[in-house]
């Protein structure tokens, strides 16, 4: 059996199945289980390589040829797959505390399935087409049968789907660049057309306005889960790019301006997110301040870049599924995600309102949570190449702080005599809990994540020198 | 590894009596085994000594390329003071719960003993890294623990508002962390550049509510003596340890005479605060205010060990005070070494105080001084309103004492050995300067109406002058939010996409000219 077949044949078809035939209150365990397989799969069978066990000997092919298209994993994708599917899982098997439709694991793993077809594609520019098919299918989950999308479902869609042009006409101009590398002004247009397309695509300021609209009309969960996987696909994505062409690696101008989009990301949601009172918008700035860090990652003039991404994508996937799921039991009883409903639900809702609280603290880089290694990285690198720069960062991770302590000060706010009570389900408590405890030992103990880690860089070998 | 067992034994304790309150509530010797520990705990701390200076570091994080510094703890001069006074202070309160109206295990000792290990790993921290991951967790259980025992919004808020400050301060040792990879600097506490001094003093200052002036304690909440004690003292003292850190070269800074000028509006604000206190309790903020104040001014003038020592004093010196809850004049008595130990008098605790001059400020630091050590007095000699020893078991009689009795030794003991800051002669004038300003404000209290107590009711937590001053701030945060609600505004309505959009060719055009 070929590794494309089973990470990305086998969820499609698992992801219709469960659809079609099995029933609600399953579908988050067999979806999840269905994730958990595919990433233990990865765990244990290498790609490509021949593993023997007793007289058995398997092998999965590396690739596979669809329509003249080549599909291909490669042994160093194995580590990758398990980051993937293990957050898809958690992602999964949050479904049913969180009290979302079956609708939201099928067309979850069908997601992810896309999505790792957006990696292993050959010729790699296919992959915006399945990104932008990817993005299709959230739109199903994000609104509601029978009624009109808001606002920010709309923008979404036209962003990602302005984007695949932008990357197909990059990658043509491209192969242009390649033939003649000293066309300085070919050279600028490739990289101007691949810089649109990812701003997009990742939604760069201010093309980032459709997430926290999101986060006020969509479920917190369905958003959740649409701001961890497309960011972090269009990431692998981007360093593929990065990987592959050197005049992109190495041209200063360019890392400056990504840099740039990064630090500008990162302070102005931070600042923005300091002034609003919807939590759930908050959740969406706090999603752009972290993708705006990836970017900054990207930009390092650093032989680490692919280690710092990575630090930052996989607490960042456990992060957003915390709070997505807190804010969803939160939503139950409040309905609106607005201050003046939430007020005092900490008395109410002790279990959800820590985990929002903490993910949040998280995502700003307090200690001894998983958002903290990743940050400190992220400064030991910034701050030997632009004081200014970290400054910048530094005042929009303040200004997500200062979003932190005002949802805190609400939830905590109840009237005199309000009594302590446990209004979450074993289920969501549950979940919840470990969830938080995840959060802890990433932050306590991140070289938990250096089996992975120490694998990746041979995905990208250019970056990592 | 000595830090480790100590810490241990105070974990290991308080996991001890968790599941004796679970699982045998009515067990009569769940005190024995708290007081055990925390007896153990104390010598563990003293045999330090026998190995000072040692560390010990744990497996570095990986990628070992991102992260320079291991999490370690060191034990030397500078800390060994602060950890005998935190194990002591521990002891204490285990010795005294004797003498609380219900006296049965309960969380709050077990939470006792595990702040006593936190505040061990705090103080042992060896460089901004690891206090940082202790600072954390300090902040998260007190912020729990706070959130629990108090109600209704406008208490719940102020719980909120402390822990935003205490983060705020932690956010600043980061930063100072940044400036110092910044300019080269391996930032642990050994290789700090100059530049992050400053920050470090304002990080502790905020911390510690001190720089500038707030009050990060919530006076209203019911953690009074016992666990409330050691909550204020030891997350006080995780932040003053940062102070012994600071190197001098930094101090040369146009900014530190303003900082110093905060530092002592602060300890005078306390000191007159915590003299018309209307009793410990509601003074103990100011009380640490103060105290504080007087180490961040150590600091600020280069004296490393006068900082410890104020530090010590704060612990050691207020431990006994809030800890004495029942009427007894002998110890009434006893607990005016305390006096001495804040005096800076020869050989006292404080004789490594002021030992660099404080040329113009000295005059203002002296006041401060005067008003907390008459506060003291005025507070250890008060008469009323104390509890009573008459239904506890007559055991109880001789144990309650020693816990006090421990805290004043150890005043006393810290004074005469065992680190950089024992036996000293130090500054004497300036010590009997200040030592005849408390004789003459402990006359006058009693005789001019200014120095009365105050109500108990109007000791707020700020006065209306600073209100204004945060008002300012506040005002500012408003304004902002109104501006970055017009912007959002802008993105988000029906011509959003093309504001988008514009926004994209420019940024992209000023790109495209930078390009060569």
């Not at chain 2, 602060?82 to 609380?100: D, E, H, K, N, P």
């Not at chain 2, 940082?132 to 025992?149: F, G, H, K, M, P």
């Amino acid at each position: 059996m070929s590794a494309p077949v089973i990470w990305i044949l086998i969820p499609l078809v698992a992801g219709a199945l469960i659809l079609f035939f099995v029933p609600e209150r399953l579908s988050a365990i067999v979806g999840g289980a269905v994730a958990t397989v595919l990433a233990l799969v990865a765990m244990i069978f290498p790609i490509d390589t021949a593993l023997l066990i007793s007289t058995l000997s398997i092998k999965i092919s590396a690739s596979v040829q669809v329509f003249g298209r080549n599909f291909s994993l490669n042994t160093a994708d194995g580590t990758l797959l398990v980051i993937i599917y293990g957050l898809a899982a958690l992602w999964f098997f949050g479904t049913q505390a969180s009290g979302i439709a079956n609708r939201f694991v099928s067309l979850g793993l069908i997601i992810v399935a896309l999505l790792t077809a957006s990696i292993a594609v050959e010729p790699f520019l296919y992959a915006a087409l399945l990104i932008e098919m990817a993005a299709m299918l959230v739109i199903p989950l994000l609104v509601p049968q029978y009624q009109k999308p808001g606002r920010g479902v709309i923008r979404f869609i036209i962003y990602q789907t302005l984007a695949m042009p932008f990357i197909l006409f990059a990658g043509w101009m491209l192969t242009g660049v390649e033939a003649s590398p000293g066309d300085i002004g070919l050279t600028t247009q490739a990289g101007a057309m691949l810089g649109m397309g990812f701003a997009f695509l990742l939604g760069i300021f201010p093309l980032y306005n459709w997430i926290p609209m999101l986060g006020k009309e969509a479920s917190p969960y369905v958003t959740g889960f649409l701001l961890w996987a497309l960011p972090t696909f269009t990431v692998i994505f981007a360093l593929g790019f990065l990987d592959r062409y050197t005049w992109i690696r190495t041209s200063p101008q360019l890392s400056g301006a990504i840099q740039l989009a990064g630090v500008i990301m990162v302070a102005s949601a931070g600042l923005f997110a300091a002034t609003q009172k919807h939590i759930g918008r908050i959740m969406g700035y706090a999603a752009i301040a972290e993708t705006g860090l990836l970017i900054l990652a990207m930009g390092l003039r650093s032989a680490e870049i692919v280690n710092v991404t990575f630090l930052l994508l996989i607490p960042r996937g456990l992060e957003l599924a915390v709070w997505a799921l807190g804010l969803s039991v939160i939503k139950r009883e409040a309905f609106s995600l607005q201050f003046s409903e939430i007020r005092g639900l900490a008395r109410k809702y002790p279990v959800a309102v820590i985990a929002i609280i903490l993910a949040h603290l998280s995502m700003t880089g307090f200690p001894l949570l998983a958002g903290f290694p990743p940050r400190l990285a992220i400064w030991q690198e910034l701050a030997s190449q632009s004081l200014v720069t970290s400054f910048w960062v530094f005042l929009g991770l303040l200004g997500l702080l200062v979003s932190a302590f005002r949802t805190l000060a609400v939830f905590v706010m109840a009237e005199e005599k309000t009594a302590w009570s446990w209004n979450e389900s074993w289920i969501q408590a549950g979940m919840l809990t470990i969830g938080v405890i995840g959060l802890f030992i990433l932050g306590l103990v991140p070289q938990v994540m250096q089996p992975f880690l120490s694998k990746l860089p041979a995905l990208f070998e250019h970056l990592s020198q | 590894m000595l830090i480790v067992i100590s810490c241990l034994i105070f974990f290991i304790t308080a996991l001890a009596l968790v599941i004796l309150k679970i699982y045998l509530p009515d067990a009569r010797y769940a005190w024995l085994v708290a007081v055990g520990g925390a007896i153990l705990a104390l010598v563990s701390v003293f045999i330090w000594l026998a190995q000072t200076p040692f560390g010990i570091s744990l497996p570095a994080w990986q990628p070992q390329t991102l992260f320079i510094n291991p999490i370690s703890f060191r034990a030397d001069g500078l800390s060994w003071p602060y950890a005998v006074s935190i194990s002591a202070l521990v002891l204490a309160i285990m010795l005294t719960a004797v003498s609380r109206p219900v006296f049965v295990n309960s969380y709050t000792w077990a939470g006792t003993l595990a702040l006593g290990g936190l505040g061990l790993l705090a103080v042992t921290a060896d460089n901004p890294l690891t206090l940082l991951l202790v600072w954390a967790a300090l902040d998260i259980t007190e912020l729990v623990t706070q959130l629990r025992s108090v109600d209704g919004p406008a208490n719940n808020e102020k719980v909120v508002i402390a822990f935003s400050t205490r983060a705020l301060g932690s956010g600043l040792l980061l930063w100072a962390n940044i400036i110092g990879i910044s300019t080269g600097s391996a930032f642990n506490f050994v290789s700090i550049s100059p530049q992050s001094g400053l920050y470090l003093i304002a990080a502790a200052g905020l911390r510690l509510g001190v720089l500038p002036l707030h009050l990060p304690y919530s006076a209203d909440s019911n953690l009074r003596r016992g666990f409330g004690t050691s909550l204020r003292f030891i997350s006080a003292a995780s932040s003053l340890v940062l102070l012994a850190h600071v190197p001098s070269e930094s101090l040369s800074s146009s900014f530190t005479p303003v900082l110093m000028a905060l530092a002592i509006i602060a300890a005078t604000y306390g000191g007159w605060m915590w003299l018309r206190a209307p009793d410990e309790l509601n003074g103990r903020p100011f009380w640490v205010i103060g105290i504080a104040a007087l180490s961040v001014i150590s600091a600020l003038s280069g004296d490393s060990i006068g900082a410890v020592a104020w530090g010590c004093a704060l612990i050691l010196t207020g431990g006994a005070l809030f800890l004495s809850s029942v009427q007894h004049p002998w110890i009434n008595r006893a607990m005016l070494v305390g006096v001495f130990s804040l005096s800076t008098l020869p050989f006292s605790l404080t004789a490594g105080a002021w030992l660099n001059p404080l040329s113009f400020f000295a005059p203002f630091v002296i006041a401060a001084q005067a008003l907390l050590t008459a506060g003291f007095v005025r507070h250890a000699l008060r008469p009323s309103g104390r509890d009573s020893l008459e239904s506890q078991p007559g055991w109880t009689h001789t144990i309650y004492p020693s816990g006090i009795i421990l805290m004043i030794v150890m005043q006393v003991l810290l004074g005469l050995i065992g680190w950089d800051g024992a036996i000293k002669v130090g500054a004497w004038v300036h010590a009997l300067l200040a030592s005849l300003l408390t004789v003459g404000l402990v006359w006058a209290t009693p005789r001019f109406r200014i120095l009365n107590p105050v109500r108990a009711h109007w000791v707020t937590p700020s006065s209306a002058r600073f209100g204004s001053i945060y008002e300012f701030f506040w005002g500012i945060y408003q304004n902002f939010g109104r501006l970055s609600q017009a912007i959002i505004a802008t993105l988000e309505g029906d011509g959003g996409i093309m504001w988008t959009l514009l926004f994209l060719i420019l940024f992209i055009s000023l790109l495209t000219q930078g390009a060569p």
